[in-house]
């Protein structure tokens, strides 16, 4: 079957690539242009481990297909900072040693950076709910919560 | 094992974070499924939809044929699949009998896995649908439908994978029936007469069902041989050295053929001790001499991975009035699915080891049923356990109306009291932690919390529960070498998965002598690595460490040797300060640790290197206990629990690493709560899974949580490294009985099967409330 | 995944051609929040699947100029849980929206897929029903218009026939003196799917119940309609053993099956215990 040309931004960079229909956005993410951070925790929607933002926006891009995502803008884990130029979640979640295993993380981190972006003062029940959608086995999430209340505390002053 | 070092260097008890935070926060670290070799072939297996049936035909012909399918595996295809599978490892793929629904029975290898998905829709099975063993109760009865082949011996790996209990001390009796794998009884005492003399006679059933380890990082292996017949296996595994010798014996191969390197794990929790998907992946890549990953899905995790088993316990005890123990008597229920390989004698230990029982008689049963067999889940049965004498001995506190801390504390065993199996308790702070908890405010004030639930629509309550881990033992290995900068470097195989890697560096920078950032924990595989055990029975820290710990000291000792020669003082008189051995009290003479290093290394030098090896075998256990609170409110009406305040105390020897004790704690505690609250694997009828998803398999969120308060308490183990005792296992032990002790406290109503869900808290106080009071 | 192939429509008359083109064998794709977890499990298998994510017209959000709602079938749960306009005035539906899934899972799901997928849980279902909502379907003939209490045939099945299209939700705005309420009762906070859902609407006038509506989830096989309770409230001053009766019609409505989410037993007990929480809640917000 023909392969579908893509062209979308991801992490600020223009991107052209040939996709499968059948392939999800995902996998298309993964596996042709390399950015393994998002992970497949479970391919329903039921976990966040696949959080992206897809215009600003956090979604499971586990359950996008590829070719769903011509001419929107994509950010992944890859395009949140680097290890050299943490983004001050990252920097936080560090700290505070959130990071256990580390497969929910680039999900989490997501969800947090779409949180503060939509609501830079959130109560400590919005930020709870604002990564809800995304399971961690191995903290039992208050790091993470910590981290998140001190990064959104830092970037108000 | 205390040390002295010669000042305080920044190493054990900082708390610090792990080194990989950064890569992990950018998602730079790979995992299996990341991992993107030339030529890489995708690999997908056939399941099984019956829980039991025989295999009349399977033809793969059309499977072949699709372009973009490089090998399709049968039984008929492996040679080396023994007749009888003694363990599930060995079920490759089934020969001519399914013994649970999802088993394997057969193996595609495909450019895609699209195509992979496909091939499978074009592999014709026919079955013939045998009756199948659903239910453990009915299981255990003679004329059952068989589960294992005949002769099939009772699997006691995982019970001393754990080193959980001596196995020896118990008696065993034949199988009375074909499902029975294996039995166990500890008794003591006369407890008929114990019983006889009793006032308040107590008998609950409690039930907790299978549960997932839910780990988020499917099950992930990939394959690859070179052309001399060497198998590399880059796996997902909570143990590289346990993978070897299993893949090694389910293949035939000889164990210096098998090189497993251990990728960074997305959690495990005992579900990855196992070999389960290594040896199939191996065999497609043989098939196909391309390098062969396979990545389970979500659904074949819950439908077809390891978990943890069903238990069920029928627990009668006796006390006299004023709370005097007389006599306990049970009988334990593990169902273990398709193949033995529980821990059966740890929950008859804990049943009755806890508190100091006259007389006691537990009895416990390992039952086999047509469901994907079990494996450990941290702290294996001991949740379990717990869930039945904690929530029993809170039931008869409450009866006689004496205060619950009070009384488990007043039958508290104590170090020495004989355990269940005649050994004697050793030093542990069960003590020290009940007392601590009982301090809280949070305790302290449960009668104000309960009576402010009067209005509004909740109603309030409190519960605590006390549990422990005996801690698993396991030889192991260490090196430490200097190197020509002044740094060290430290070799293990043990896999990092609880951030152990960061705790045993700091025990290596106290134990030498330098501080922490001078020292690298290198990971090695099977073939680089000493010797290693499992990443489980919360023994890492204790084995490794207490490994890395007498290395440093033997890498210590040698430079200490060489300085001495150099400096032509005593070794006595030497010390290291600041990345220099000097002469104690004349700091002007001195050599550092890199010019050390470097003669260890130069072009015709006579002096050796310091390389420190150590290879321990352990004996002694060193007892972790841990108390949980909750505070919890409770819609009467649907059954909701909201839990306000959760407190997780835990006695954890010595801290190496504060920050990581803390969040093994809270982990542990979440997923003691899952169990509590949400998760339980459901089966029909015929024995299929119901939930195979996340959307029904429900793991507890964010917004099901509130923070989590972690007390440590540090009671030295005489045996561990620094003091330290093993932190992963106790932490996910108390939160059932806790939790149906809260809700108690609340509602009045006392349910004994797990979870506690909405509908069983909400239909047990309808029927309170029509008089007709339900067990 | 198996393989398919993927045609993106840029007009909802493109996307009729489509249907027709491939008829049976085709899947529309919404949001993906329910297909795409059917096809990784093999309940669907097409060969073809229609993406709806050009069709602007779908997207669209108007408010009619107050007059009314117009949602496209592709406005997203939240958008709907988000809109001002919708959480003032359509407060049922905008807390709909906010239930379902996860934030991630809401910036996908659409209004139209939680419609067509037809789950009796739908979660958005109840509160449109009791708002007495329409369905725009188009098809090769022309547009159609439904109301919502027909459109539910069965579990998953709805009125649309194979080569139609639901392009948008059109609601009359409720008078004033309303307030409408929508709660469900889950095992989780989050992330989790409805033992059972009560919408309930009210309207006020003169002291008394003008207009009732209450409608169920994940308790028969469509999405239900308690006529029999709308009936006992509309005419009469609101009262506590009002509500109460009101609460007990809806659980005797309600035709629940015993799985692994919930007994039926438990779920009759819970529409009772939730129609008597929305009514009073939707009473209370009428009256502000």
Request: aromatic share 4%; net charge neutral; proline share 7%.
């Amino acid at each position: 079957m023909p392969k579908h040309p893509l062209s979308c931004t991801v992490n600020d960079e223009a991107v052209q690539t040939l996709v499968q229909p059948w392939e999800t956005l995902l996998e298309a993410l993964r596996e042709r242009l390399g950015l393994t951070g998002p992970k497949e925790g479970c391919g329903t929607g039921d976990c966040g481990a696949c959080t992206i933002h897809l215009d600003g926006k956090p979604v499971a891009s586990c359950l996008m297909l590829a070719v769903q995502a011509g001419g929107r803008a994509i950010r992944t884990i890859e395009g949140l900072g680097r290890p050299d130029a943490l983004h001050p979640l990252q920097a936080a979640f560090v700290r505070h040693g959130a990071p256990q295993c580390g497969f929910c993380i680039p999900g989490v981190l997501m969800a947090a950076a779409a949180l503060l972006a939509e609501n830079p003062r959130p109560t400590h029940e919005e930020i709870r709910y604002g990564i809800a959608g995304n399971l961690c086995r191995c903290t039992g999430y208050t790091t993470m919560i910590t981290a998140i209340s001190e990064a959104a505390a830092a970037a108000a002053r | 094992m205390t040390m002295k070092t010669t000042r305080d260097v920044r190493g054990v008890g900082l708390a610090i974070p792990r080194p990989d935070g950064p890569e992990k926060v950018t998602g730079r670290v790979q995992y299996v499924a990341d991992l993107q070799p030339r030529g890489l072939l995708h690999a997908k297996l056939l399941r099984s939809p019956h829980a039991h049936a025989r295999i009349v035909r399977i033809d793969t012909s059309r499977a072949r044929a699709l372009a973009g399918v490089r090998a399709v595996l049968a039984a008929a295809d492996i040679p080396e699949l023994k007749r009888k599978a003694p363990t599930r490892a060995h079920a490759v793929l089934a020969i001519d009998r399914v013994v649970f629904a999802g088993q394997p029975v057969a193996a595609v290898a495909a450019d895609e896995l699209a195509i992979a998905e496909e091939a499978l829709d074009l592999i014709e099975v026919v079955y013939e649908v045998l009756p199948a063993a659903v239910d453990p109760l009915q299981s255990m009865q003679p004329g059952a439908p068989p589960v294992a082949d005949a002769g099939t011996e009772a699997d006691i790996r995982e019970a001393l994978a754990h080193s959980a209990v001596a196995v020896a001390k118990t008696e065993a009796g034949p199988a009375k029936a074909v499902n029975i794998s294996q039995q166990s009884r500890l008794h003591r005492g006369d407890a008929a007469q114990g019983f006889a003399q009793s006032d308040l006679v107590l008998e609950k059933t409690y039930r907790v069902p299978m549960v997932h380890q839910g780990y988020l990082e499917p099950h992930a292996v990939l394959a690859e041989w070179d052309r001399t017949g060497f198998l590399t296996l880059w796996a997902s595994t909570q143990g590289s050295f346990n993978t070897r010798s299993e893949v090694a014996d389910v293949l035939g191969l000889s164990e210096n053929q098998i090189r497993v390197i251990p990728v960074e794990c997305g959690g495990g929790f005992g579900g990855k001790i196992r070999a389960l998907c290594e040896p199939i992946t191996a065999l497609l890549a043989r098939a196909t001499g391309r390098p062969v990953r396979y990545v389970m899905t979500r659904r074949e995790e819950l439908e077809a991975g390891m978990p943890a088993p069903q238990v069920i316990i029928r627990l009668r005890t006796g006390v006299k009035r004023d709370g005097t123990l007389m006599a306990l008597e049970a009988e334990t229920v593990l169902e273990a699915g398709a193949f033995s390989g529980t821990v059966l004698t740890v929950s008859a230990v804990f049943l009755a080891s806890l508190y100091t029982w006259p007389a006691f008689d537990v009895r416990g049963v390992e039952v086999l049923t047509h469901k994907p067999s079990v494996a450990a889940y941290r702290a294996p049965v001991a949740p379990q356990t717990i869930f039945a004498i904690d929530s029993h001995m809170q039931q008869i506190a409450r009866a006689l109306g004496l205060d619950p801390v009070e009384f488990r504390r007043r039958h508290l065993i104590v170090e020495g009291d004989p355990m269940a199996n005649g050994q004697p308790w050793q030093s542990n702070g069960a003590r020290e932690v009940l007392d601590r908890i009982a301090e809280h405010p949070l305790w302290k004030s449960r009668a104000e919390w309960k009576a402010s639930g009067a209005d509004g629509r909740g109603v309030r309550g409190t519960g605590l529960a006390l549990g422990g881990w005996l801690g698993g033992l396991q030889p192991t290995g260490a090196t430490v070498r200097l190197n020509p900068d002044g740094t060290l470097s430290v070799l293990t195989g043990q896999v990092d998965i609880a951030g152990t890697n960061i705790a045993l560096a700091q025990i290596a920078a106290s134990a030498y002598g330098v501080d922490i950032e001078k020292v690298r924990i290198t990971t090695g595989d099977t073939d680089t690595a000493p010797v290693t055990g499992l990443s489980a029975g919360s023994k890492t820290v204790y084995t490794v460490g207490a490994a890395v710990l007498q290395a440093a000291q033997d890498a210590r000792g040698q430079t200490l040797e060489i300085a001495a020669a150099e400096l032509e003082a005593s070794i006595h008189d030497l010390e290291i300060v600041d990345g220099r051995v000097i002469v104690r009290g004349m700091p002007d003479r001195g050599i550092t640790l890199a010019q050390i290093g470097k003669k260890g290394n130069l072009y015709m030098s006579k002096t050796p290197p310091v390389l420190g090896v150590s290879r321990p075998a352990f004996s002694q256990q060193a007892p972790a206990f841990a108390a949980q609170l909750a505070r919890i409110e409770v819609d009467p009406e649907t059954g909701e629990v909201t839990i306000h305040d959760f407190v997780i105390v835990q006695d954890v020897g010595r801290a190496i690493n504060p920050l990581g004790v803390e969040g093994q704690m809270q982990g542990g505690a979440v997923q003691s709560l899952g169990m509590a609250l949400t998760e339980a694997l459901l089966y029909d009828g015929d024995g299929r899974l119901m939930n195979p998803s996340l959307l029904d398999y429900r793991k507890l969120t964010a917004a099901d949580l509130p923070d989590l308060e972690t007390i440590i308490v540090e009671k030295p183990s005489p045996s561990g490294p620094f003091g330290a005792r093993g932190v992963g296992e106790p932490p996910i032990i108390p939160a059932p009985a806790a939790i149906a002790n809260a809700i108690e406290d609340a509602t009045g109503a006392r349910i004994t099967e797990a979870p506690l869900t909405p509908e069983r808290i909400a239909m047990a106080l309808l029927a309170a409330s029509d008089g007709i009071v339900r067990p | 995944m198996r393989r398919f192939e993927v045609v993106q429509p840029g007009s909802v008359e493109e996307c009729l051609r489509a249907l027709v083109a491939h008829g049976p064998e085709a899947s529309l794709l919404a949001g993906g929040t329910d297909l795409l977890p059917q096809l990784k499990n093999g309940l669907l298998k097409p060969r073809c699947v229609v993406d709806l994510s050009r069709v602007a017209r779908l997207r669209a959000l108007d408010r009619d100029g107050g007059r009314g709602l117009r949602l496209g079938a592709a406005v997203t749960a939240r958008e709907i849980e988000v809109d001002p306009g919708i959480r003032t005035r359509y407060r049922a539906l905008a807390e709909s929206g906010a239930l379902i899934g996860s934030v991630q899972v809401r910036n996908l799901a659409t209004v139209g897929g939680n419609l067509c997928n037809a789950a009796p849980s739908a979660d958005m279902a109840p509160p449109l029903l009791a708002l007495d909502a329409e369905a725009v379907i188009a098809g090769p003939r022309g547009e159609r218009r439904v109301p919502l209490s027909a459109f539910f045939v069965g579990v998953r099945c709805t009125v649309l026939a194979p080569d139609e299209l639901l392009v948008e939700i059109v609601i009359q705005a409720p008078g004033p003196r309303s307030g409408g309420n929508y709660l469900r009762h889950t095992p989780r906070r989050e992330l989790d799917i409805a033992v059972v859902g009560v919408a309930s609407q009210l309207t006020l006038s003169n002291g008394v119940c003008a207009r009732a509506r209450i409608a169920l989830a994940a308790v028969a096989p469509t999405p239900l309609r308690v006529t029999a309770a709308e009936q006992a409230l509309e005419g009469r001053p609101p009262t506590g053993e009002l509500i109460e009766h009101a609460a007990g019609l809806a659980a005797e409505a309600a035709r629940p099956i015993s799985d692994q989410r919930g007994s039926a037993d438990f779920r009759r007990h819970l529409v009772r215990v939730l129609t008597r929480r929305t009514l009073n809640t939707a009473l209370v917000r009428a009256r502000a």
